[in-house]
């Protein structure tokens, strides 16, 4: 099994063990609140809601707590640190009596370490893999039964079967066949769903009682409880280890089955002939586990069900009392789960709540002299049985975490400690940040100390001028922002503040680089610079641009690179006799005029100068638009078409007025038309 294990990461392994561990108590409390909304609600439709939605939010708290605890090495504990006082209150209320024997035995629990995650991970797997082998062998049984079920049923019946069908309003295609390896009527199916009808129940049911039966089965097809059940499934292969899973699953299941059974005898109005069916083919029972049958589910409830026999009280008393189980086993789960993860928290809470009284409040003392000592009061039962051994020196891991404290980081975990150790963050490490003005937490003093800041190299950037809070004093180091740098983009004149400064070096920008752009004539600010430097604009870039006429200035040389002007394309349009300005040849570019384009156009009669070029690419005016008016009669100039198109006349639009008995028309009387909306 180490092979699967293997996969993961020991971070994700790690991650995924806690989870895990987490949902034994979040499934206790998810239950909890199921089985008190399955007591109140009457309807089996809403507790069939209640029940899915509520297997919904397991597998979704396992997923919210693997993201929430993979994304943040603090949210475990900053969590359960959270949960403290629900836990201490409902066990000192509640559960004093029912949990201290839980928490006595916690130092045993306690010593669970990091090793055993992988295990529990590994038997996890283990179990996945199991329950998914299982669900595939079942689904190929299912799928060769569908495929061996081609005898149809009998032309009278099929249109029993398509009536029935018709008036549940079901419109999918379904197919009906009679089947021999089973004793009760079940579908098959996902998206081609198959009903297979048993020739004993054929033979062994009343029309009436078949009538029904076959209406069950196209309830669960009109529900789409196929997919339903195959989610179902799926959440029991994932949380196969917890016991409430199997038992909401089953819930849900019967509360399906009575759905249907509501629909059927809504759909035939025989409440006793479907009972009678249905205690028949209970004594013939053998349909596959993950088909959907007619007599799935407990036959005695359903019965009663049917006929209008309830015990409503007794249940109530059952679901509420269930109720008040899962709540009370998620409590204990809780507590032991953080008792695992923070022994001492857990120590102090099992002191707070299960001390006796005797010993948690001190009997008073008589009120000391002036020369009296304080009166100790030492508990005998927590004395040592035997001589005390010389006091061991402490180990290095309890020096560290010792020295953490001693600067105000406490309640670390192990995760966090390895890597303040491994980064070599010492308690003097600590004090220097914080006496430089920061209030660093975990993460942020080991990125600190990843990217080598120091006191010194927080003096040196204040003495800049600059005031950098933890992220931003980071940055400036990661990026490579020194006093030196900064002090060589001061001698060029660039007063840049914190951003700037920052942005200039990520971006690359070097003495250099601000020599040659002001040795071509600009003399950009910093926003500009890095605007420049951002859209790769070099000197040799310029200088193209330069030989071929231009003369821009900083705002456009950018215009100009960022639209993707090339030396090419200039020269691609001066051939075609356009001789545009810099503002010009944005223009054209940002509208995507081609040489393509231009030829099109000029092929067509036309011979725009650039503005128009722009504004009838601007219209959208096409080599297919311009034709179209041309069959129509009609000879345009750029600007006249250009005109056309704004306005909206099309070919459908001259035909329109021609009909009408218009003659003699243009352009211009078509526009007038246009803004009469006479027809």
Partial sequence: MT??????????????????????????????????????????????????????????????TFVVLLNSQAAMQATESAATPFIVLTQKTFFAQTVQPALAGAPAVKSLSAQALPLLVEFWLAGVLFFTLRTAGSLIYLERLRRAASLSVAPALLAKCRELQLRLGITRI?????????????????????VLLPVRALTGLTEDQIEAVIAHELAHIRRFDAFVNLFQVVVESLLFFHPVVWWLNKRVRIERENCCDDVAVAACGNHLGYARALTTMEEWR?????????????????????????????????????GFVCFAAAIVAASLLYGVAHPAAAARIEKVLFTPAAQAVPAPTPKPTP??????????????QTAPEPQAQPSAKSSYIDEMK??????????????????????????????????????????????????????????????????EIVGMKVQGVTPEYIKQMRDLGFKPNLDEIIGM???????????????????????????????????????????????PNGDEIIGMKVQGITPEYVKEIR???FQPDGDEIIGMKVQGITPEYVKQMRDLGFNPNADEIIGMKVQGVTAE???????????????????????????????????????????????????????
């Avoid at 379904?174 to 198959?194: K, Q």
């Avoid at 491994?422 to 990125?447: C, H, R, S, W």
């Avoid at 950009?524 to 231009?550: A, C, H, N, S």
Wanted: aromatic share 8%.
């Fill in 625 to 679: 638009y311009v034709k179209s008016l041309q069959a129509e009669g009609f000879k345009l100039n750029a600007e006249q078409v250009t005109g056309a198109k704004i306005m909206g006349i099309t070919p459908e639009f001259i035909q329109k007025a021609k009909s009408h008995g218009f003659k003699d028309l243009t352009i211009d009387k078509l526009i007038q038309l246009k803004n009469a909306d006479i027809f």
């Fill in 371 to 384: 020369l009296a000592k304080p009166t100790i009061v030492v508990d005998a039962d927590r004395l040592p």
């Fill in 505 to 551: 070096k990520v971006q690359g920008i070097t003495p250099e680089y601000v020599k040659q752009i002001r040795d071509l004539g600009f003399n950009p600010d910093g926003d500009g610079l890095i605007g420049m430097k951002v859209q790769g604009i070099t000197p040799q870039y310029v200088q193209q641009i330069r030989e071929l006429g231009f003369k």
């Fill in 575 to 577: 051939a075609l006799g």
């Fill in 174 to 194: 379904i197919r009906f066949c009679e089947s021999r390896w089973l004793d009760a009527p079940a579908v098959i199916g996902w998206f081609r769903p198959v």
């Fill in 406 to 471: 001693s600067v105000g980081l406490d309640h670390l975990d192990i995760d966090q400690l390895i890597s303040m150790k491994v980064q070599g963050i010492t308690a003097d490490y600590v004090k220097e940040m914080v006496a430089a003005g920061f209030k660093p937490n975990v993460d942020e003093l080991i990125a600190m100390k990843v990217q080598g800041v120091n006191a010194q190299y927080i003096k040196s950037i204040r003495d800049m001028g600059y005031t950098p809070d933890g992220d």
């Fill in 286 to 322: 053998a349909t596959p586990a993950f088909s959907l049958a007619a007599n799935g589910s407990p036959l005695a409830a359903r019965i009663s069900r049917i006929l209008g026999v309830r015990h409503a009280t007794e249940n109530r008393t059952v679901g509420f009392g269930a």
């Fill in 3 to 64: 092979g699967l294990t293997s996969l993961f990461a020991p971070d994700t392994l790690r991650t995924l063990g806690w989870s895990l561990l987490h949902f034994v108590w979040q499934g206790f409390a998810l239950a909890a609140i199921a089985s008190v909304a399955l007591t109140l609600f009457r309807r089996a439709s809403t507790r069939y809601i209640v029940g899915v939605l509520t297997l919904f939010a397991m597998v979704t708290s396992v997923a919210c």
